[in-house]
């Protein structure tokens, strides 16, 4: 007997992505300075060309850089892949470039039962913020 599958839906990004955030208790960009003080696992989602022109988070913050497509690998405690900071008990902080993919990454995180969400405005917030950086090397 085969499983019945639910109707595929096709409601756009825009839909997708109220409807991660709706799972999120998102945070702005000066809680997440003070929770990464705090412990919390500050974890940098974007492609390595984006942090090269655009800057990073300084490294006296120890930001995690885990690119989006081995997220949810590094971070399952269950996987052959993860980190040794992957724990139930870490609070994971999402940060993308302006905090759209950020919020999809949180929430596939959460489903996994992790405690993560993501920050509002991303890095681009984060820098206009003047929280610390690493500037981008510029030729």
């Not at 998102?26 to 492609?47: F, K, M, N, Q």
């Not at 990454?105 to 206009?128: N, Q």
Request: net charge negative.
């Amino acid at each position: 007997m085969s499983a019945v599958s639910a109707p595929v839906r096709h409601d756009g990004v825009d839909a997708l992505l109220a409807d991660a955030r709706s799972r999120l208790d998102r945070i702005d960009v000066e809680s997440a300075y003070r929770e990464t003080l705090d412990g919390a696992l500050l974890v940098d989602i974007r492609p390595v060309a984006q942090r090269a022109d655009e800057g990073e988070v300084s490294p006296a913050l120890r930001p995690l850089v885990i690119e989006r497509n081995v997220l949810e690998w590094r971070f399952d405690p269950r996987s052959e892949a993860c980190l040794p900071e992957a724990s139930y008990d870490a609070r994971i902080l999402v940060l993308c470039q302006e905090g759209y993919t950020s919020s999809l990454a949180a929430d596939a995180l959460r489903s996994l039962g992790l405690d993560a969400t993501d920050v509002v405005g991303g890095f681009k917030a984060w820098r206009e913020a003047h929280l610390p950086t690493a500037c981008p090397h510029r030729a």
